[in-house]
């Protein structure tokens, strides 16, 4: 119909075809595409023209007031409507809240006194669809349909912001109104995961686990309210519990994950379309198995169980060094930290476990890679900013220190573990290589350090060296990472 | 540069396309006596060493892009092109080919079509991949991005599917969209291998015959980092058309937001690595040995078996090397990196295990050795503690050219002993890279005669091989010479001659010709070589037709439409003649009078073109820095001739020209009768053109098709004709020589000259009727001492356009005419000035008059008497005619 000049009787037909159309398109690209945004605004510029008056040049918002002002045919208003309904879809995926207030403020014609954060749901509760005629050409997704789902995209959107924002109580009371709303079993449980967070935060944590544990009845595959349980029965302090979610939600990730539940033909516009910010992806992103193991050795270490911490680090271990079937997450945002720390905290769940051999066996495989790494003399110019940050460290130089760090804490551990044998001599031996490491580092201040201001995070680092031992006797082994000192070095 | 001693064999050739196999592409893989070999085409052929015979053939549905070989799984993997990545096993098909050849042994090879079933990823996008024991990695680009994909083969007895996608990451290198169209970049494909740790690396057979390797400490860690080498992750390292080197860990393949929508925003770190960027393709990744090992460490298996190799090179198609080893050196502990440049372009290259890499250009294979200590004259000499790379390296020649294929037999046990090699022309050899100082025995047995003399047979064909590729370069530099100076003599002939004859001239003529059944006028060019040099292929003549715009014109921009023809050989002493269709009698207007002009081109491209053919590129034949060479605008342009086309030459004659009767030309009709006629409205639709003729548009509205037909007549003094006109025969009169001189041009003047006519009818190329009729008259009241004979040339056509471009074609003679005969000297007779000064005040006050006309007829004001009036002034204005004198 592109070619044939607009004219009101064939519009209502040309615009079901246009409004079905980008409905597969949708649902084709598993996404919003881009480019629906123009094929919206031509079919609008097309109406315009049918009642003689020109578009062009109007931005789509401009187009819609206009369309929506002008076109006044009775035969034109569910083909508009059914439009607009695509429209703010569309704009409600792209996170352009006001221009979809803006649009249903339109289309229900209603002005609604209330705040902003509950403007657009009421609006959209105004909002009557009218109603098809026998005769109206056949859509493939009702108005009535997407009405429902753009309420719970809404609902849900707005929801995850106040969320995001620290407006608790709002986000709260919006994603109830999602979780009420017509969504997939999925979606529904996220909607549950979100408000647990949200009741988490408020101090709630009994409600918390109640939304939780409804995500999990939804759908199981939503793990990420399995790692957020575990997060608050630690808040609450029930370590039981924590552990068994962990390792509940170790044995999920062991499992691959099963493909997306099949999807209704019907509803080719889903809320998973509409909504997806930053935010929601980073909650529900899937954690690595090593990430999970890490943190149930870690928790079973500080909470005393050192004969199974030892097995998780074992299986960590494992894991970690297996064949590329099992992948590591080695980027920034992992829970795991630096490959040989884990190492240090397996040697000393070892240790404590009275597993010396064991321990300085790990510790040798750090040592070994980190000999050839560490310079004879490792001289290093810093300064100290205004703030009394250390700057002037170059990333090259930071990684050797860390080795050098890694290295004498791993002779620390073999000189322990050595105690712990009573060979008091190789014990002393490994003490003094840890030393001998640490005294490979020179550390010259390059005289920004103000006098009247003296750096108050590394107080052990002017002198000699002999604050390192200090730094690294007090990193008790196993409560807390190797070199706490360290990271406000390194961040 | 040092030559190698080394004996190469011509094992087999292959079939090759007419240009020469282009390198990237082919490959060839030896492991124990098989050697797979595919030569970028659709085959892939599995050649016995020892049985010195072709054993299969496969054949894909696609160009084969890349082989690589699991020796432990005894399979084959094939990339073909657009396809995706096919899976052959060797045993399965051995049997295959015993069951289908019954007799054992006496058809060398047979071809196996390989079906879709084979194919284990079906991905057209592919680029490249490796493997590494059960894992496949891919290199795919697909929505601006390049993908790396790890999937893990599965038992086939217990799964459906031949793999398993393991993890995915995608990635843009930085350039890569904007070269999408690059022909540099979209000529290579990516290279892509695995380095493997000491510790974490599988087999090493099979690291290796997928061109893996396996790089020892500390050179590991220092460049991947401890966690690589504490996860004992082989790393992928991935060379990119766009010359960066990047490194993933194989087991961190995974960017931080697993497959999410959002990894666009927050994947800034993806594990990828930039190692380095040698801002061209990158062609060849490997790894070399470069420091031998210790005494007591040879000694022990264990340790001899483990530690891999201690530098890592990388090299790109125009020659840049980065190598990357380990600094001995206490103070720092980072890996040296070092640029080195070869010769190139480079080909292809090959590693083994020793110091030594093998690269191959055009012309030569080269070795490198970075081991410089060892081959020091003086080792002692040589500072310990700077023991790293070589500043230097010196390639040692093997002599043997355009190979696109290299690889290290495996066969060898301990170094590199042997090299295969596939030839531009599609000849696999293999070169023995043992030292010749292994014996030059004193007396030669019978065997030793015979395989020395093999030797020598092969080494002449290797030399021959090398002779007949530089042969064929110089050949192509020659003919370019050649063609080259062809073309000066050409450009000197014709500019030393500027005025006189030409050893190269065109002919422009028009003439009408009956074409698809329709009469065209066409221009035929006659290009005639009398000079003594040929024109060879490579020049181009072009004929550019211009329509002059009319001074009348409203808008008088200049066209110009430009045809060539090639061509192809011009011998001296012949023509070539083409022809142009200028307009159909019945098509499109024709704007007349036309210039035409002849020029000759010769596109130096051409020459560069076929003297650098698939080898070699422009800038080996030209610096970059040639001057006035730019690569858009080399060429030589002579221009040959020009002419003019007016309606003269295009004029039908009709045959009813009566001889010798002067045909009825009417006077210039009463303006009144003229009124009347257009008052009365007749339209006569054979008139169309006077539409473009003088008036304003305005005098549409008069219905100006009715009006008289137009008569213009021209008086030139006979005296003036009868000079020019000397060569005519005596007998003919006067008149009718005058009306064959205008015609001369025309096609139809032999009819002519046969006739003795004076007045001929004519049809213009728009159909528009025109009469000449050439008379002699007495002009009196002109000069003084009595009437002065004239010819009177009368001109008439109902088209006034029509009548006024005759009338333009007749002066522009005319005036060539006087202009020779004042050249010549003959002084115009004595003229009553009064007279004179009278006609002109008169035709003053005339074209005051048509002034004032024509803006009342923009005004437009009662349009149709002012236009008739202003038909009226018009003819005053040409009456009396014009008099030549």
Redesign the interface.
Known sequence: TAGLPAALPSLSLELTVLYNALLFAVSESDGLVEGEAERISHGLIRVLEACGVSGQDLSTEELWQKVLQDVTAEEMRAPLHRLGALQGAVWLAANCLGSVTALFRLLSGTKVMLGALYRLLALLKAWSVPAEGDASPLVVQSTKDLKEILWTSAAFLQGLQGLEAGNLSAALSLLQEAAAGFCSKRVLAQIYTCIGCCTQQMGKPQMALQHLKRALQVDFQCLSALSQAAAVYRQLGETDAELDALALLYKALETPAQEAVSIDPCFLIRTELLVHTPALASLFSRSHPSEVKYSLAQRCLQAGRVGQAVEHYLDLLALLQEGPQHQVPLHGRSALPRTPEVFLEAASALEQHGRHQDAIAVCEEIIGRTGDLIPETLRIEWSCGAGGEVTGILPQERESLRCVVWRAAAYLHQGRAWTGLGDSKEAITHFTRCLNVLLRVQLVSTGTVQPARPPTTLPAWEGPPWGWLVLLQGSEPGKHRQGNGWQCLGD | MAHLGHRVDYLAGFCCPVGGLAAGKPRVLCHENEIYLSNSSEFVYVYDQEGKLLKTIYKFPDQVWHVELLPFRRQLYILCARNGIYCISLDQQSRLMKQTDGEEGACPSSVFPIDSDACIFPDAALCAFTL????VVTLSQAQGKWWLK?H?FLDPEQESLPCRQ??QVGFSTCDQTGDEGNALSSRFLPVLCCASSPGGAGPEEGLWCSGGFVLE??LF??LF??????????MLLCGFPDGQLCCV??????????D???SD??GQ???MKVLHHLEEPVVFIGALRTEHRALDDADDPQLFGDSGCDCLVAVGHCGKMVAMK?DRR?????PEVREYYLQGPILCAACGGGSRMYYSTHSDISAVDLDWVSNASDPESVDNSAYVLPPVLSPASLSICSVVALSLSSRASEGDSELLALSAKGRLMSCDLCSPDEGHPASLTPERADQRIKELLSGIGNVSERVSFLKKAVDQKNRALTSLNQVLNVSAALLSNLDGQRPLACTITASWSRLLLRDTLTVSCLLENSSDCTLEQGWTLCIQLFTSPCALDEDPAESATTYTFPIAQLLPGSKREVTLPLGSAEGTKLELPLTISCALYYSLREILDSASDSYESLDDLLPDDSPGLSPDKEGICLPLSECTIDILQCLRLEDSTVPGAAPSIATPSDPLETFLKAARGQPDPSHEDVRDSLLPKALDTLGDTCLPPSVASIKVASELLKNALKNFSEETPLCCAALQWLLAENAAVAALRSQDVSAVRGLAPDGGEVQLLVREVAVDSLCPAGPIQAVEILIQSPSLADMCRVHQAVIRRIQTLVLEQAAQGSGPPDLRMQYLNQIQANHEMLLKDVQSLRDRLCLGEEAGTTAEKLLDVYRQLRNPSLILL
Request: hydrophobic share 40%.
């Open positions: 590494l024991n059960d894992i790890l893990e393991i993890s400490e500390p860690s220092l980092g401890i966690d690589a080498a504490m996860l004992n992750s082989p860990p194989l087991k961190a393949l995974s960017s931080s937001e697993a999410d929508d959002c925003v927050a770190d993806p594990p380990a206490e103070e720092a502990k980072i």
